[in-house]
C-alpha cells in the first residue's frame, strides 16, 4: 500500500509555457501532500505543504504566484508552474500522508522538468 | 549548523560488507526519524520509520536512533550491488508532517 503516482514524468517545453504536475495517491486518502525540488546531487528542498480544501503553505523563498498548488480533493494534487523559464529546469517530486494517523510521507518517482 | 547532517560520500564497498550510514541532528525537538532509498532519477523509497531511541530491524536493515547523542544511523547488513543508492535520512517533529532532509549519501556496492 500507499502507492503516490506522479504524472507526467518528464517534460521539455519552451520558455514562458506554464506546466502542470500531478500528484495522486493511488491507494490512500492523503490529508497533506509536499512538493519538493531537487537538483543534481543534492537533496530535496521542500517548496511548500499542501492540505485539501485550504490553501498551500509556501517556504521561505518561493513564489506562490511562480509555483501554484491546488489540492481539490484527498487523492490529488497539483503543481503548476508559471511562465517556466529554463532557472526553474530541475526535479519536482510530490510526497503525500495517510489521513489520521502518524505516518512517513510517501514519495512519487518525480517529474524532470526541463525547459529550453 | 545545518539542521540534519549527513556525510554525501560517495562511500564504496565490496559485495557482502556491512554498510553503516549516519546523520546528526541538532534539534531535540525532533520526533520521527526515517530512511529512503533513491534510485537516480526516481523518487524516494521508505526504507525504516522510528519514533523511539533503539534499534529496529527489517530483513538486511537495522535503523538505530540515539536521541541522546542526536545521532541516527542505518545500518545494510549482506550489501548486494542493487543496494548502490542514494540514501536520505530524514527527521520531523510536531503535527505538520513536514521532515528535513539529510543531504544524501552515495552508496556504491562493487560486484
Known amino acids: 500500500g500507499a502507492v503516490v503516482s506522479q504524472h507526467p514524468s518528464r517534460v521539455i517545453c519552451k520558455s514562458g509555457t506554464s506546466v502542470k504536475i500531478e500528484c495522486r495517491s493511488l491507494d490512500f486518502q492523503a490529508t497533506t501532500m509536499f512538493w519538493y525540488r531537487q537538483f543534481p546531487k543534492q537533496s530535496l528542498m521542500l517548496m511548500a505543504t499542501?492540505?485539501?480544501?485550504?490553501?498551500?503553505?509556501?517556504e521561505q523563498g518561493v513564489e506562490k504566484d511562480k509555483f501554484l498548488i491546488n489540492h481539490a480533493s484527498l487523492t490529488l494534487s497539483t503543481l503548476t508552474v508559471t511562465s517556466a523559464h529554463p532557472e526553474d529546469s530541475s526535479f519536482y517530486i510530490c510526497?503525500?500522508?495517510?489521513?489520521?494517523?502518524?505516518?512517513?510521507?510517501?514519495f512519487g518517482d518525480g517529474t524532470r522538468l526541463s525547459i529550453l | 549548523q545545518k539542521e540534519v547532517e549527513q556525510d554525501p560520500g560517495p562511500l564504496s564497498v565490496p559485495e557482502g560488507a556491512i554498510v553503516s550510514l549516519n546523520c546528526t541532528y541538532s534539534?531535540?525537538?525532533?520526533?520521527?526519524f526515517m530512511w529512503y532509498r533513491q534510485y537516480s532519477r526516481k523518487g524516494p523509497e521508505l526504507l525504516m520509520y522510528?519514533?523511539?531511541?533503539g534499534n529496529k530491524e527489517d530483513g538486511r536493515f537495522t535503523a538505530q536512533v540515539d536521541k541522546s547523542s542526536k545521532y541516527i544511523s542505518l545500518f545494510i547488513r549482506d550489501s548486494q550491488p542493487s543496494d548502490s543508492a542514494t540514501y536520505l535520512c530524514a527527521i520531523g517533529s510536531g503535527n505538520t508532517g513536514k521532515l528535513i532532509f539529510g543531504q544524501g549519501t552515495t552508496l556504491q556496492v562493487k560486484p
Open positions: 499542501s492540505n485539501e480544501g485550504s490553501k498551500a503553505t509556501y
Open positions: 510526497s503525500a500522508i495517510k489521513v489520521g494517523s502518524n505516518q512517513p510521507q510517501h
Open positions: 534539534n531535540s525537538a525532533f520526533q520521527y
Open positions: 522510528t519514533y523511539s531511541s
